[in-house]
């Protein structure tokens, strides 16, 4: 098994900037997995956010977040962070860690084979 533990959610005003980090564990867990973040607001379905490659470090972002967002991985560490800079009402969902059990990451939630509990990000206008 692998277990996923976020931090670093909270509330920001609109223009500015947090980082989430997400840490995995776990006796199977194997640092060539690709890595991911998604997102749900309420009422809506879990979208796709940004995901990192494992061994190459390519990185993919939703078109919504591209050139605001940052994702990057710490293999030594076994985590992947989620740089947001200027942040957006829209943005404000619960964010989730995830991991998919291959070394090329995708889009869809439905690809990844672990999550973590997600952490809350609010942004106010």
């Known amino acids: 098994q692998v277990q996923l533990m976020e931090s670093g959610g909270g509330l920001v005003q609109a223009g500015g900037s947090l980082r989430l980090s997400c840490a995995a564990s776990g006796r199977t867990f194997n640092n060539v997995y690709a890595m991911g973040w998604f997102r749900q607001a309420p009422g809506k379905e879990r979208d796709f956010v940004a995901a990192?490659?494992?061994?190459?470090?390519?990185?993919h972002y939703a078109d919504s977040v591209m050139g605001r967002f940052t994702i990057s991985r710490d293999g030594a560490k076994s985590t992947v962070d989620l740089q947001m800079s200027s942040l957006k009402p829209e943005d404000t969902a619960v964010y989730y860690c995830?991991?998919?059990?291959?070394?090329?990451?995708?889009?869809?939630?439905?690809?990844?084979?672990?999550w973590g509990q997600g952490t809350q990000v609010t942004v106010s206008s």
């Open positions: 990192i490659n494992g061994l190459s470090g390519v990185t």
């Open positions: 995830a991991v998919k059990k291959a070394v090329v990451a995708s889009r869809s939630p439905a690809g990844y084979d672990y």
